[in-house]
């Protein structure tokens, strides 16, 4: 299921926007008793137990955490991936526990863009193509243009034909990033988004991201294992054993 996050799914183009607006625009992460149980090889499992976590536009927040702590579960419950069993989940004005699967697709694309460890690249498809996509999907005549320009502002206006299997880590990642915020999204949420670059390679893509959410005006979720980046950021919270322990009510 969590491969549908690496790319926009084109099966609900035509479906018409559900609104399902709630929380005010100033605050595009409102959660409030959020948990989320997934059935495992030896029953259900709770992962997110009774969350609350207000983040306001504009914030960067870093989300830390041991491995197993719930950050990617709980990361894609924000991005509408993973579907809560209780609480409130109000996410850029939209309540996501209200929202169909093409409405949650429709909202993805209007609102959220995600970056992953591993890149999610389409690999049949150009760096350009990739850029493209989520552009084509929210209906821009002038996505390639676009994607293009997206492309050359994170350096790559030279690899636009290249396949992610011709690409670098580093390079993957800036196509990612161009992807992620080609449709200037509300919310940007990253899981890790260095962990598979070595340092230098690292540093350059988060001061990238920080560059991109910046100009772009998107607020930032960004699960990390480093503390000195997690510092960089706004706001740091805590996950623990499915539960926030720090920092979850800055707002
Ligand atoms: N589909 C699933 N079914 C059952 N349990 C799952 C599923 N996905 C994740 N889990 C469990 O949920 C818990 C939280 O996982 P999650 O991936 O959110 O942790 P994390 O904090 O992101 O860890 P890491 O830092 O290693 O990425 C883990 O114990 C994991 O085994
Ligand atoms: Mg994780």
Redesign the pocket.
């Known amino acids: ?2 491969d549908s996050a690496s790319a926009p799914s084109p099966s609900s183009t035509a479906a018409a926007p559900e609104t399902a607006a709630v929380s005010p625009a100033n605050l595009p992460i409102n959660v409030k008793g959020l948990k989320l149980s ?4 030896a029953g ?2 709770d ?2 137990k009774n969350i609350d976590l207000s983040i306001k536009a504009g914030e960067r927040v870093s989300l830390i ?12 419950v924000i991005a509408g991936l ?1 579907q809560a069993q209780d609480g409130t989940l109000e996410i850029c004005g939209h309540n996501l526990r209200q929202l169909s699967e093409d409405g949650l697709a429709l909202f993805r694309r209007h609102h959220v863009g995600i970056v992953f ?1 591993d890149f999610h690249l389409v690999p049949s498809m150009s760096a350009l193509e990739n850029v493209a996509l989520p552009l084509e999907f929210s209906g821009r005549a002038d996505a390639f243009e676009r994607a293009r320009e997206e492309l050359t502002a994170v350096g790559l206006g030279h690899r636009l034909d290249h396949y992610p299997g011709q690409l670098s880590g580093g390079e993957q990642q800036r196509v990612a990033l161009a992807r992620a915020l080609a449709t200037d999204p509300e919310l940007l949420l990253a ?2 988004p260095t962990g598979n670059l070595d340092g230098h390679t690292g540093e350059t893509i988060i001061e990238l991201l920080f560059d991109l959410a910046r100009k772009k005006g998107s607020t930032l979720l960004l ?1 990390t ?1 480093d503390e000195g980046l997690a510092a960089r950021c706004d706001r740091s919270i805590t ?1 623990r054993d ?1 539960v926030i322990v720090s920092g979850g009510d800055g707002a």
């Open positions: 299921m969590r997934l059935k495992g090889p259900t499992v992962i997110l955490g041991p491995s197993g702590s719930g950050k990617t579960s709980l990361l894609m993973e460890q899981d890790e699960i294992h996950m499915g």
